[in-house]
Antibody, heavy 120, light 111 residues
């Protein structure tokens, strides 16, 4: 059974950094694309980042390009989102999600989310 | 401001049908058939209910249906039930800029 568990969120000051983790089970990274999506309090979903199934391609929303990066530890089945130069606008619940296929954008499985709060 | 436009709210009585629109452009909804719909209950992660415009994942009732015409996509919920009360989001592939975009969400109320 597919399972995704995020962790690493917390409170951080503007300009700070965090590393979010998404530990997955029940499937192989190498078979599916993986996404990060965030949701600010009482706001809409926002796509943040995508990593291709083979790990070669990484894509980011314009609002986070140059500040966020993605990586993965294949043996440990963990996907990472590295958040740098954080601003208050980055405050949100961050979800990792598994694509139904390689890169359809149809997010069939989600984690429970990890909350990032950026405040001075 | 979200890239895809959805009405902020929709409502219907039990048993009725309701349709939620998702207006994009020629570079996202109008260009590809990678339109998805998600249902999100308060405090929960989103759940995929429609993908590739009209396809339903296993376990999603056939009361949920999707369609597209030009740059506009739609989600129809037939035979409304109380459990359908939730926020609904559309999403589409955009190929450039933010390569996947979401709508602003529609809160569905079952009267």
């Amino acid at each position: 059974q597919v399972h995704l568990v995020e962790s690493g969120g917390g409170a951080v000051q503007p300009g700070g950094s965090l590393r979010l983790s998404c530990e997955v089970s029940g499937f192989k990274f190498t078979d599916y694309g993986m996404h990060w999506v965030r949701q600010a309090p009482n706001r809409a979903l926002q796509w943040v980042a995508f990593m291709k199934y083979d790990g070669t391609g990484k894509f980011f929303a314009d609002s986070v390009t140059g500040r966020f990066t993605m990586s993965r530890d294949q043996p440990k089945n963990i996907l990472y989102l590295h958040l740098n130069s954080l601003t208050v606008e980055d405050t949100a619940m961050y979800y990792c999600a598994k694509d139904l296929f390689y890169a359809s954008g149809a997010l069939g499985d989600w984690g429970q989310g990890t909350l990032v709060t950026v405040s001075s | 401001q979200s890239a895809l436009a959805q009405p902020p709210s929709a409502s219907g009585s039990p048993g009725q049908s309701v349709t939620i629109s998702c207006i994009g452009s020629s570079t996202d909804v109008g260009a590809y058939n990678y339109v998805s719909w998600y249902q999100q209950s308060p405090g929960k992660a989103p759940k995929l209910i429609i993908y590739e415009v009209y396809k339903r994942p296993s376990g999603v009732p056939d009361r949920f249906s999707g369609s597209k015409s030009g740059s506009a996509a739609s989600l129809t919920v037939s035979g409304l039930q109380g459990e359908d009360e939730a926020d609904y989001y559309c999403s589409a592939y955009a190929a450039s800029g933010d390569i996947w975009v979401f709508g602003g969400g529609t809160r569905l109320t079952v009267l």
